[in-house]
């Protein structure tokens, strides 16, 4: 079993940085790959960024350049850090770790990022 805990989030100005942190516990491995996904009202989830356990990282288009992934095998963490934050930016932002032993999926809670102009 694995559970995370988010941290982060909040409200911000346009313009300014954000990080988001979470923190996996149970059976996450360092193969394990791990993301961050966010969730606009009435859409369905999608990509931010992702990062592998060989530290292969995905970025989502919306966010190239913005956004930099990165994740602590030690404290089995992974880490958000968000520049130049837009109003679009603006939803719920979710933790996402896979366990490739059993092809599992697990989610965050989620934490809600609003950035204002």
């Known amino acids: 079993q694995v559970q995370l805990v988010e941290s982060g989030g909040g409200l911000v100005q346009a313009g300014e940085s954000m990080s988001l942190s979470c923190a996996a516990s149970?059976?996450?491995?360092?193969?394990?790959?791990m993301g961050w996904y966010r969730q606009y009202p009435g859409k369905e989830r999608e990509l931010v960024a992702t990062i592998t356990g060989a530290f292969v990282i995905k970025y989502g288009e919306s966010v190239k350049g913005r956004v930099t992934i990165s994740r602590d095998n030690a404290k089995k963490a992974v880490n958000l850090q968000m520049n130049s934050l837009k109003l679009e930016d603006t939803a719920v932002y979710y933790c996402?770790?896979?366990?490739?032993?059993?092809?599992?999926?697990?989610w965050g809670q989620g934490t809600q990022v609003t950035v204002s102009s």
């Open positions: 149970g059976t996450v491995t360092t193969a394990s790959p």
């Open positions: 996402r770790v896979e366990t490739p032993y059993n092809s599992r999926v697990y």
